[in-house]
Every structure is written in C-alpha cells, then in structure tokens.
C-alpha cells in the first residue's frame, strides 16, 4: 500500500545549517495492515507524513501509495489517501455536521450524497448526539472523532494520521484506537505516527523505528521486542527451596541465563515466556519444587530502541 525507497528530505535557511530531517528512508506498509512511525521528538515523523501526503516534495526518493506514484500522480494520490494533520482541521465556529459535508464538497461528492455521508460518519464516530453543535464546544476526544471521519469521507483505500492521540486522556485515546480498529476492519490501511511507546505497543500490527531520520528498526512490535533480549521470568520461591530451584532450571534449554539469585527470587532470562512458564513449573514439580508467585515481564520498545541507539526514547 505504501512503498518508499531512499526517501529524503533536509531543510535549508540562510541563517541556519542545513537540516536532515528524512535522509534515504525505505518503507514497505502492507494491505489493511496498522503500520506505526515511531521516533523521538524531531526524528522525521512529520516530515515523512508530509511528504506522503503530497504537502512537502521531497528532495530524493521513489513512492508509491495506493498504486499512485507521488512525483508523477499526486493529485491520485490526494484522491485515494486521507490525511489528519497533528492539529486536525476543525473550525471553532463550525458543526460536525457542516465540516463533514464541506469536506465532502471538497472532493466533489454531490450535495445529497455529502448530506448521507456525513449522517453515516456521524453514526459510525459516534458524533450524531452533539452533530449539529459548535465544535468550538466539544472535547478533545470528540474534536478528534471528527478529524479521523473527515479523513476518511471520501472512502481513502489509506488513511494517513499525524499523532492522533497526542494531548488526550487515557479514555479518549482509548477511544481513537477503537476507531482506528473498527476502520482497519472495514478494510483501510493506516499509517500513525507516535511517540507513545505504549500506543505502537498496543495498536499497530508493524512499526518503523526512525531516529535522526533514519530506520533504526522495522517489524511486528513483538518480534522487535523478542530480538532484543527475549522475555524475563521472575519466580518467587520458599526459602528453603530457593537453591534446589536454582539448581534444577539451570540445565534447562529455554533458560539462557539465571541472574544471580536474590533471596528467594529468581530471574530467569528466556526466548519466549509463555512456551518457557509450563517447562519451568514441571521441572520444577519433578523435583517437589513449587514456586509461590510466578512473573512474566516482557522487553519494552524503549529495550528495543535503547538496544539500537543507546538512548531511551522517552
Ligand atoms: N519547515 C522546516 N524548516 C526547517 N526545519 C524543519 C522544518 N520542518 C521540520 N524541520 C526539522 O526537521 C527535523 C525533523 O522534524 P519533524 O517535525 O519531521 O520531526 P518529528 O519526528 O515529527 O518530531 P515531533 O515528534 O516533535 O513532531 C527537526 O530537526 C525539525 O526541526
């Protein structure tokens, strides 16, 4: 759905050095997939999400978005894709209802079916009870439900959006995910950017780490985190049990490396935690041993990014 190959962007000022800000990124988002930039403050993110959506050229670089090329087709591309701006674009002044059936206008939809379109987005957002209300009056969640059914009042095969949560509560957030899902699920590709961990964690399918402008890491959130260095085990056992334990998981395949122990608590490093529990917990019942609390903690995608760049993200 989205191809780029070495694309580059840097920004030149008379009275500043030059700026790379996106220097030779290769992006490959899949069909119907949740495909998450992620990076650091000033990484590249807008940038990118500008130049696909046809607001900023790019220096260098071939793409294709939806079967359109960007250099050659842009006005194909503006047709087939959406794009909510990290602002929105709603008018203080104007309903749900009117911003919905002028942006359909804007792409030539005619007045009656601009009139249903936007009573089905209404519905589908959850926006119909306060549709007719000044948006000036709504709250950030509800201003954001609006953004995402303008993006997508043209039926986009591609929906391209510019850190749809930053700025909203836990609830609201939670709410734009559900939509961003429902809309994966009526077919739409997305492509967010972010800079919560916890967000590209929990709702995209891939993620491209970018940092300075470039691709520090590219995969399913999972695979990331499990490259970097596997799952953690923490059991916590008897006292008087503690050494035994130590002694039995030690010749283990799945255990590649028990910490030293710590009272009656042993860290135990494995490739996959859910494979490795039920192994642990029969050794252990093979030798009478039985731990009384048993943790699983996963690597997060700061682990990952900290493990590429030295840095943490947040
Ligand atoms: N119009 C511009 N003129 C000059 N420099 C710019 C311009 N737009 C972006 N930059 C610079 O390019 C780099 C990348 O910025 P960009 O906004 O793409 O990063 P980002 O990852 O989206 O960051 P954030 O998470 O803060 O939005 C930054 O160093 C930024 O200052």
């Known amino acids: 759905?989205?191809?780029?190959?070495?694309?580059?962007?840097?920004?030149?000022?008379?009275?500043?050095a030059p700026v790379d800000a996106v220097r030779g990124l290769d992006l490959t988002v899949e069909p119907g997939e949740i495909f998450g930039l992620l990076g650091p403050n000033g990484a590249g993110k807008t940038t990118t999400m500008r130049m696909l959506a046809?607001?900023?050229r790019p220096d260098d670089g071939e793409v294709t978005l939806a079967g359109?090329?960007?250099?050659?087709e842009p006005h194909e591309v503006r047709r087939?894709?959406?794009?909510?701006?990290?602002?929105?674009?709603?008018?203080?002044?104007?309903s749900a209802r009117e911003e919905l059936v002028l942006q359909a206008r804007f792409y030539g939809i005619g007045k009656a079916e601009a009139g249903r379109r936007a009573e089905?987005?209404?519905?589908?957002?959850?926006?119909?009870?306060?549709?007719?209300r000044p948006c000036a009056g709504y709250s950030g969640g509800q201003r954001r439900r609006v953004d995402l059914a303008l993006g997508v009042i043209h039926r986009p095969r591609l929906l391209i959006l510019d850190e749809p949560t930053v700025g909203l509560d836990p609830q609201s957030?939670?709410?734009v995910w559900a939509e961003v899902r429902r809309l994966r699920e009526e077919g739409m590709t997305v492509l967010l950017t972010t800079h919560y961990l916890d967000e590209a964690d929990a709702l995209c399918d891939r993620i491209a780490i970018v940092d300075h402008g470039e691709l520090v890491a590219e995969g399913a959130p999972e695979q990331l985190k499990r490259e970097i260095s596997g799952d953690v085990v923490t059991l916590e056992l008897a006292a008087a049990d503690a050494e035994a334990a130590e002694k039995v998981l030690t010749g283990l395949d799945c255990v590649h490396r028990i910490e030293p122990r710590e009272g009656?608590?042993?860290?135990?490093?494995?490739?996959?935690?859910?494979?490795?529990?039920?192994?642990?917990?029969?050794?252990?019942?093979e030798a009478g041993l039985r731990p009384e609390q048993t943790r699983l903690q996963r690597p997060s995608l700061d682990d990952v990014f900290l493990a590429r760049t030295g840095r943490t993200i947040s």
């Open 54 to 56: 046809t607001l900023v």
């Open 173 to 175: 957030r939670a709410q």
């Open 264 to 285: 009656d608590e042993l860290r135990l490093y494995v490739t996959d935690g859910a494979s490795a529990i039920p192994q642990l917990l029969h050794a252990l019942a």
């Open 68 to 72: 359109a090329d960007l250099r050659t």
């Open 80 to 94: 087939r894709i959406g794009y909510v701006a990290q602002g929105g674009g709603t008018t203080d002044g104007a």
């Open 120 to 132: 089905q987005a209404l519905a589908a957002f959850e926006l119909t009870e306060f549709a007719d």
């Open 1 to 16: 759905m989205i191809v780029t190959k070495g694309l580059r962007k840097s920004f030149r000022s008379r009275r500043s």
